[in-house]
């Protein structure tokens, strides 16, 4: 069955500096992976979506690239600031056509 | 943007009895709606896929019994947990797509904190 590994649990840095999240599969290649952030107690909300044959998508400071190869989505926040501290979720379709989801990194940006 | 709302954000009733929660889509269309459950530090865990005018879809292992969905109208899903147990105990949260398909980004209700005493 498939797999969803993100990197860590939890990823703490200093404002500033570049976050990056790392979402492993495993088994299905999916043709969708978007990436999601979740407040607490709050729904995700919607970042940005990066098909299989794209590389790279980029949507102000937020970098998302797509490797088939290595079956492995990056997350990159830039210039980090303590508001963009959430968990983060990838999510994959599926070929039974729905998205299941990672755990999520919970990150912290430190003034 | 899409706006997809839940009630209630959050509910505690007492072991036996049962509750609705409902998710609404504001300003779209929604053929489909899907319900998670999430405990703490853990995923979203699909439980059903709900569509509107036929039954809903149920993944392995969720009672469809126990979970009753009712998707009535093309702009309302409702999740019923019934005779709820403490281990009911969750963060149910429903999702839907104004782009139609599967693989359209998908906007998400605030979640309903269920605690069951």
């Known amino acids: 069955s498939q797999k969803i590994e993100q990197n860590s649990e939890a990823l703490n840095i200093q404002e500033g500096k570049t976050a990056t999240l790392t979402c492993n599969y495993t088994?299905?290649?999916?043709?969708?992976l978007q990436w999601y952030r979740q407040d607490p107690g709050r729904g995700p909300v919607f970042l940005l979506l990066?098909?299989?044959?794209?590389k790279e998508k980029r949507k102000e400071r937020l970098k998302v690239t797509f490797d088939t190869t290595l079956k492995q989505s990056l997350f990159h926040i830039t210039a980090s600031q303590p508001a963009d501290s959430a968990t983060y979720l990838c999510a994959l379709d599926m070929p039974q056509n729905d998205m299941r989801f990672g755990a999520g990194t919970r990150l912290t940006v430190k003034p | 943007g899409a706006v997809v709302s839940q009630h209630p954000s959050w509910v505690i009733c007492k072991s036996g009895t049962s509750v609705k929660i409902e998710c609404r889509s504001l300003?779209?269309?929604?053929?489909?709606m899907f319900w998670y459950r999430q405990f703490p530090k853990q995923s979203l865990m699909l439980m059903a896929t709900?569509?509107?005018?036929?039954?809903?879809?149920?993944e392995q292992g969720v009672e469809k019994d126990k979970f009753l969905i009712n998707h009535a109208s093309l702009t309302l899903s409702t999740l019923t947990v019934t005779s709820a147990h403490p281990e009911d105990s969750s963060f149910y949260i429903c999702?839907?797509?104004?782009?139609?398909?599967?693989?359209?980004?998908?906007?998400f209700g605030n979640g309903t904190r269920l605690t069951v005493t």
């Open positions: 999702s839907a797509s104004p782009g139609g398909n599967y693989n359209s980004p998908l906007h």
């Open positions: 300003d779209f269309q929604a053929t489909t």
């Open positions: 709900s569509n509107e005018g036929s039954k809903a879809t149920y």
């Open positions: 088994n299905y290649s999916p043709a969708y």
């Open positions: 990066i098909r299989e044959n794209e």
